[in-house]
């Protein structure tokens, strides 16, 4: 079975954006992979962030995998912190990691330009990146298409690194696409992110969820109830396709077109598919959150399964590079 890893931020609370552009599909690969998760709080620390905050975060996220559907029964989740050797082969891969490369990576570009001193670690997150997929010598990688360009210079890396040390120990990893390949946020216009606060959270109360839908952006021609409007350039309607009936799909489009409802009507019915597929995972959260020790034995047993794996990848590296064995 070819082996799946792929990562999320600790960003609190797990929103639609992440469960439909990713988490989703991470369910779906259950049954064909191998698959490893993780929760990468050492990704997180290249940002500004509240270091009080991190580990709460961090908890909280993987509550919302779990509740999610990721069964730790078939997947391994856990913490990027708690297997060190991320970090180790993070820093054995910048020795053949090209400046260039990290320097021109959109990402990067985009992060520093906002940043007044520009820290090194911003730099070399791909590096960390092609880490976390090397190290398990995973083959597939469900990503977005935002992160195509640092899977690219993963397998670059990789390249490298097998040629420069004469073995093929690591894998050139490739994409598995999602099919939500970007989800809008509230706003109408960027990609949904905690950051840029257009989000809602798939456990959000079904008042909350209300509260952020109807004031969300919508085609801006449908300035009164009686313009007709345009549902392919709507995020709205995007959202009815992930959580409507084809039916209802039909139904919006067509009222929509024919100015047949207003726009609040439209969202009340989102707002209701949305908060009853919903429902299942905020119960699940619920009986997370009152036993966190259930949590924290999921991260601990998939921390303690990757860090066996991790530290057999390492002793290869190590060795290929020449470092001097350790003694018992
Ligand atoms: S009716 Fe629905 S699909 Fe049409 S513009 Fe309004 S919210 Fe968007």
């Known amino acids: 079975m070819q082996r799946v890893f792929s990562g999320i931020q600790p960003s609190g609370e797990l929103h639609i954006g992440n469960y439909l552009g990713a988490v989703r599909n991470w369910v779906a690969l259950h049954s064909e992979y191998e698959c490893i998760f993780c929760v990468v709080d050492l990704h997180a620390i290249t940002q500004p962030y509240e270091p009080k905050e991190l580990a709460p975060r961090t908890l909280e996220m993987a509550v919302g995998l779990l509740a999610a559907g990721l069964d730790p029964e078939r997947c391994t989740l856990f913490v ?49 990146q092609a880490a976390d997929i090397l190290l398990y010598l995973a083959e597939k990688v469900p990503v977005g298409e935002d992160q195509l360009q640092h899977l690219e210079l993963a397998r670059e890396i990789a390249r490298r690194w097998n040629a420069r040390f004469g073995t093929a120990l690591f894998p050139e990893p490739q994409p598995v696409l999602s099919k939500a390949r970007r989800i809008v946020g509230l706003d109408g216009n960027a990609k949904m992110s905690k950051s840029l ?54 139904h919006v489009a067509q009222m929509c077109r024919t100015a047949g409802w207003g726009c609040l009507d439209c969202k009340r019915l ?49 060795e290929a590079m020449g470092l001097a064995p350790r003694s018992a």
């Open 80 to 128: 990027q912190s708690h297997v060190p050797e991320h970090a180790e082969l993070a820093w054995a891969l910048s020795t053949v990691a090209p400046l260039g490369d990290l320097e021109r990576m959109t990402q990067f570009k985009d992060k520093a330009a906002r940043e007044e001193t520009v820290p090194a670690a911003l730099l070399n997150y791909p590096v960390l």
């Open 270 to 318: 989102l707002a209701d598919n949305m908060i009853a597929a919903l429902a299942p995972m905020r119960e699940r959260a619920a009986d997370l959150k009152a036993h966190p020790e259930r949590v924290r034995g999921v991260l601990g047993r998939g921390a303690e399964h990757c860090r066996r794996l991790a530290g057999a990848t390492m002793a290869r590296v190590r």
């Open 197 to 250: 606060g257009n989000t809602i959270g798939v456990l959000e109360s079904p008042e909350a969820i209300w509260e952020k839908l109807r004031p969300a952006m919508t085609d801006p021609a449908r300035k009164t109830r009686r313009d007709p409007g345009t549902p392919e350039i709507c995020n709205i309607y995007a959202l009815h396709q992930h959580f409507s009936t084809p039916d209802e799909v039909e």
